[in-house]
């Protein structure tokens, strides 16, 4: 922990637009699992349902400059940072008018406007690719933040303890996030590792680490402050652990044999959109023609985006190979 | 107001079916958008599906029990909402299918020939790919080449060679070497045997006219001027070889070329097991006299090895009568790239029926054996009928 | 004959000081670059490449890491989306394993997979190659399995020139680089111009020119073959020396054209021999040139097993001067 602590600024236009985040991403997500059954989008989708306080906890609190690496599983992240919706789903349609070209589906979304670097199906892949992009802006001096997102299914992989190792030796700018869902895939954490404290393991690399109630964004978005202060003042990493469910399988054919429904209930009654709804109808700073408009701009914006990505455009078959080496300037 | 159907959803990329095996609501029921409304069975286990419309469940369409591709409608639903647009989704560009690479020269079946023909198991001639390239190019036999490359392959080098030696050949060779004459002649008849699918007709020609007027003009000379009767039919076939091209070419490299001159190749034995069938140039135009002359000096010549290698290259199509030696009929072998062969048999007196009567009459038996992918049955009944027709009118050979 | 030195000042200098000067010229020239890996600085380098470095640039330039392939490989990735140069230098080849993955699905994919918003202008440096009785799992030559990913380019320098101008060409490339160095070639000595600056990095050169077949190979077996050359000559018979010196793209046109001259071709190649560099090389032979042949082409390459620690069967299970000339022989249909 960090001698400084940032208290969350908790206006009503900011609650506002923290539930607006997470409400977004929510019928986004709903939204995308309704196209795949329809077979618009194809492939592997991951929906980020229950975690939305995560990536709306830290996200908005990074500058413009700061970096984002993140999994397959970040759409919420790619909105949340600006990622524009409509890129996202063409991407995720595999329209040329997607973020990544169209090239890289749901699992593969990226954006240079927003220093969103992916995106990533590798587990445990975009740990190393963060520290290379903390170690660019350390050597020149650059007062830039690389927040790294990554399930704790990655914390079996040996990249993860290379790059926590690297970041802390070299003293390298990353925030690394931790989003503990207590599932890869379909093993439980208790089976995988022998220490599954998760945030005991970061400590235990020298870095300054921190444990956090994943459904609570209010205690997110604090300790992301937290956390992306330190960095800036001792140019140091630091390790965030956010506990938190996944509400729906790991991805759309996922008979979840391995959970309780029982168990997911239980999470379903603390997920993050209920809990801080709550919080804010019982604190007077919700009410309902706020959530009907949040709803409804949100719908229309999703609306909108669907309507983008169905008249959107293949990319030619004759491009194929285009963009496998940089090209050279007409 | 509008219904709308509730399908078989894909749950996965490698989804293509699904067994609905549990209904959570019935007609009647309301529901709205994240109901699990039913459970269906995959290869990953059961899994509960949701509905993203809101209403009123109208009518099952798929019991318990069954399995349906994916999109196949389950249920009908009322919903509140106005129909969906159908935005009418681009269509994936159809992949242009990857351009193959044409099989250049590839000829579409031939029709089954006349006779069903086995092709005899001899060893492929082992030429390499630039050897074989350049003796196209440069109209060298490959059957005429000593091959120098590992394993007896012919290289370019040895064609190259060969190009050097043809060009430098002056004079005729003096006597044959009958083992290499005789090995080159199983090439060729190999060859031929087995790229070329012969197909064989027989034509009994009546000889009464040429016999006739062979005996008036005949009378008539010297023994040493006499015309025999194989000059007869050697021009006869070089008149007929004139106005049917087909028949008088070479085929070379998956292609017929005709030839405009007609060279009859004569088919001449050689003592001690030759064979060797010389060019007599032009034969269409030559006079019987001529003919006879060329075909004279040729067997002469042939009988003392004295035979230019051009005379064995040039014919472009061959006469070879076995007549003097008894059969009636013979069935050849055509000499690569030839395209054709004409046999003759023996002159026998068979009883024909002429005006309604059975007369006694000389008849020989010619056969021709032709490469069927230039030519069809059709094509060599009408070549026969002409030699035929132009045999019974011997005064205008 | 073998390729002329320019006629400027020239020097006499190893293969091994020949990239360690291209190195130090990088980080003279452009301070985006930097070179990591494991040993790099205050062990001079596994194969003394780096020695003296860490003084001349210290230690934030010649960057030494922790046993982390993957890690610092993917670090090297990442610092190369974010506008640095760097170098990673992994050991050898054989531990390269490790960072297979970065290198794949990171490196090779990135620009395409994010539709050309981003690219890694990185090199990757590695020893490769067997010859020193290292034993099985030191002495792979993968060059081959590399040359196989579409997205990044793939060089073997073989000659002291290429050794010192090849870095300076893939470090101004956009996209990223590998460089095999072979273990063999560190000791060799050779000249090169005082001025020797960089080199292209797609073409194959004809190291040596013949008329009777040609000779196709690449980094470590140069040298053998061009002996290989020098017996075949003693016997009548002209070898041509194609020296590949890209792996990935391949030069083709120079190939094909020796092929056309020759009409037959030999590739010698350290990988082991099913689907290995040398059987891509034929099939394009086949694909490009078949109807220039007057035998089928050969393959001397690595036996199909893990290489052996001791000398004699080392020397059996890699390329050698024998078996290049009994092959080139056996082609020609001479005993």
């Known amino acids: ?330 | ?397 | 004959m073998l390729h002329e030195v320019a006629q400027s000042a020239v020097i006499e200098i190893t293969y091994r000081e020949a990239i360690r000067e291209a190195i130090r010229d990088a980080l003279r020239r452009d301070e985006r670059v930097f070179l990591m890996g494991e040993d790099v600085g205050r062990y001079g380098g596994c194969y003394a490449v780096t020695k003296g470095l860490l003084a001349e640039f210290g230690p934030k330039r010649i960057r030494d890491t922790p046993l982390s392939e993957s890690g610092f490989t993917g670090a090297g990735i990442g610092a190369a989306i974010a506008g640095m140069r760097p170098i990673v230098e992994l050991m050898t080849v054989n531990f390269s394993l490790l960072a297979l993955d970065q290198i794949l699905n990171s490196a090779a994919t990135i620009r395409h997979m994010s539709g050309n918003q981003f690219g890694v202008p990185m090199v990757i440096r590695m020893a490769t190659g067997a010859g020193r009785q290292l034993a099985a799992q030191h002495s792979h030559s993968l060059e081959g399995w590399y040359a196989h990913i579409p997205g990044i380019k793939v060089l073997a320098p073989a000659t002291i020139e290429d050794a010192r101008g090849m870095l300076w060409a893939a470090l101004e490339d956009p996209d990223p680089v590998l460089i095999f160095e072979h273990i063999m070639l560190y000791n060799m000595t050779g000249k090169l111009s005082a001025d020797a600056g960089p080199v292209d990095i797609q073409t194959a050169r004809v190291r040596r020119e013949g008329r009777d077949i040609t000779l196709i190979t690449y980094g470590g077996s140069l040298w053998k073959t061009l002996e290989a050359a020098t017996s075949l000559a003693s016997e009548g018979i002209e070898a041509e020396v194609v020296d590949l010196r890209s792996l990935r793209p391949l030069d083709d046109a120079t190939i094909m054209d020796s092929v056309r001259k020759t009409h037959r071709a030999i590739v010698v190649d350290e990988g082991w021999r099913s689907g290995s560099l040398a059987a891509e090389i034929c099939t394009r032979i086949v694909e490009q040139a078949f109807w220039a042949l007057d035998a089928p082409m050969g393959r001397v390459c690595s036996e199909e097993v893990p290489i052996p620690y001791p000398r004699h069967l080392e020397e059996a299970a890699i390329p050698q001067v024998t078996k290049i000339v009994a092959l080139a022989k056996a082609t020609l249909g001479k005993a």
Not at chain 1, 56 to 81: F, N, Q, S
Not at chain 2, 64 to 81: I, S, Y
């Open chain 1, 1 to 330: 922990m960090t001698a400084t602590t940032d208290k969350p600024r908790l206006s009503r236009s900011h609650a506002l637009d923290l539930l607006k985040h997470m409400i977004r991403i929510r019928r986004f997500e709903d939204k995308c699992a309704e196209l795949y059954t329809e077979e618009k989008i194809r492939g592997f989708l991951h929906l980020y349902d229950g975690e939305e306080a995560v990536a709306v906890g830290v996200i908005p609190v990074l500058e413009k400059r700061d970096r984002i690496v993140a999994t397959y599983r970040e759409h919420g992240h790619a909105l949340v940072r600006g990622v524009p919706m409509q890129g996202a789903l063409a991407e995720m349609y595999g329209k040329r008018e997607g973020c990544s070209g169209g090239r890289g589906g749901s699992m593969h979304l990226f954006d240079f406007a927003t220093n969103f670097y992916g995106g990533n199906a590798i587990v445990g892949g975009g740990l190393p690719l963060a520290i290379g992009l903390a170690l660019a802006d350390q050597m020149r001096g650059e007062d830039n933040v690389t927040v790294c997102f990554f399930g704790e299914g990655a914390v079996a992989e040996g990249e993860f303890h290379e790059s926590i190792n690297l970041a802390a030796l070299w003293s390298l700018p990353v925030l690394f996030v931790c989003e503990n869902n207590l599932y890869a895939m379909g093993t439980a954490l208790a089976i995988s590792e022998s220490e599954t404290d998760i945030q005991q393991k970061a400590a235990c690399y020298r870095l300054a680490s921190e444990a956090v109630d994943g459904m609570d964004v209010m205690a997110v978005e604090g300790a992301a402050r937290r956390a992306v202060s330190a960095i800036r003042q001792t140019r140091k990493p630091y390790f965030l652990e956010c506990r938190t469910y996944r509400l729906r399988g790991h991805s759309m054919f996922d008979a979840q044999l391995y959970r309780d429904k029982a168990e997911v209930e239980a999470w379903r009654q603390k997920e993050p959109i209920f809990r801080f709804r709550s919080w804010l109808e019982q604190s007077g700073m919700l009410h309902p023609e706020d959530l009907a408009r949040i709803e409804a701009e949100v719908a229309a914006e999703i609306a909108e985006a669907v309507a983008f990505a169905e008249a959107g455009t293949w990319e030619p078959v004759e491009h194929l190979a285009r963009f496998l080496y940089a090209e050279k300037a007409a």
């Open chain 2, 1 to 397: 107001m509008s219904v709308v159907e509730f399908r078989m959803p894909s749950l996965g990329a490698d989804m293509e079916a699904g067994t609905l095996v549990e209904w959570l609501v019935k007609p009647g029921d309301q529901v709205k958008r994240g109901d699990i409304i039913a459970v269906v069975e995959t290869q990953k286990g059961a899994i509960e599906i949701e509905i993203f419309d809101t209403g009123t469940i109208e009518r099952i369409l798929v019991e318990v029990g069954t399995k349906v591709p994916v999109g196949t409608p389950l249920a009908v639903v009322r919903t509140q909402a106005e129909a969906p647009v159908l935005v009418e989704a681009a269509a994936p560009p159809t992949v242009a299918p990857s351009p193959t690479p044409a099989v250049e020269g590839q000829a579409p079946p031939p029709a089954p020939p006349a006779k069903a023909i086995k092709p005899s198991p001899t060893p492929r001639l082992r030429v390499s790919p630039a050897a074989r390239r350049l003796a196209e190019q440069r109209g060298v036999d490959l059957d005429t080449v000593a091959a120098s490359g590992p394993s007896g392959t012919i290289v370019s080098a040895d064609i190259e060679r060969a190009i050097t030696e043809k060009a430098a050949q002056k004079t005729p060779p003096t006597g044959f070497d009958l083992a290499a004459m005789r090995s080159a002649i199983a090439a060729a008849m190999a060859r031929s045997k087995r790229e070329i699918p012969h197909y064989y007709l027989a034509q009994p020609i009546e000889m009464t006219a040429c016999e006739a007027w062979l005996t008036r003009t005949n009378a008539k000379r010297p023994p040493s001027d006499r015309l025999l009767l194989g000059t007869l039919l050697v021009k006869a076939v070089a008149l007929a070889a004139a106005k049917f091209p087909a028949f008088n070419g070479f085929y070379r490299k998956d292609k017929f070329e005709p030839v405009g001159s007609v060279h009859v190749g004569t088919a001449i034995a050689i003592r001690g097991g030759g064979l060797i069938a010389p060019a007599i140039h032009d034969a269409d135009r030559l006079s019987l006299d001529d003919l006879m002359r060329q075909m004279r000096e040729l067997v002469q010549r042939v009988r003392a090895g004295r035979i230019r290698s051009s005379e064995i290259a040039d014919p472009t199509i061959t006469v070879s009568s076995l007549g003097e030696r008894g059969v009636e009929q013979l069935f050849g072998i055509i000499y690569p790239p030839q395209v054709a062969i004409l046999g003759f048999g023996k002159v026998v007196v068979r009883p024909c029926v002429v005006d309604g009567h059975i007369l006694a009459r000389p008849v020989v038996s010619a056969t021709l054996a032709a490469d069927h992918r230039v030519t069809d049955g059709h094509a060599g009944a009408l070549f026969l009928a002409e030699i035929e027709r132009l045999l019974q009118e011997p005064d205008k050979l």
